[in-house]
């Protein structure tokens, strides 16, 4: 699954996580790399499926 991660100070990571990784270390993770995050989006695979991102939660 791709995820796009934003920080704080406006960069922007996308990242491919497995299935299998808990949410609470996939956040630990994505922190170590760019610091604080603002907001994650999961990026749907179906090209038709509107919209291209899907903002599920701000943190």
């Given amino acids: 699954m791709?995820?796009?991660v934003i920080y704080?100070?406006?960069?922007s990571q996308v990242f491919i996580v497995p299935h299998d990784?808990?949410?609470v270390e996939f956040?630990?993770?994505a922190?170590?790399?760019?610091g604080e995050i603002q907001?994650?989006?999961f990026m749907q695979k179906n090209?038709?499926?509107a919209p291209k991102y899907a903002l599920i939660?701000?943190?």
């Fill in 21 to 23: 990784i808990l949410a």
């Fill in 31 to 34: 922190e170590s790399v760019g």
């Fill in 57 to 59: 939660k701000d943190i």
């Fill in 27 to 29: 956040r630990r993770l």
């Fill in 2 to 4: 791709k995820v796009m």
């Fill in 39 to 41: 907001r994650i989006e």
């Fill in 47 to 49: 090209k038709f499926t």
């Fill in 8 to 11: 704080k100070t406006g960069a």
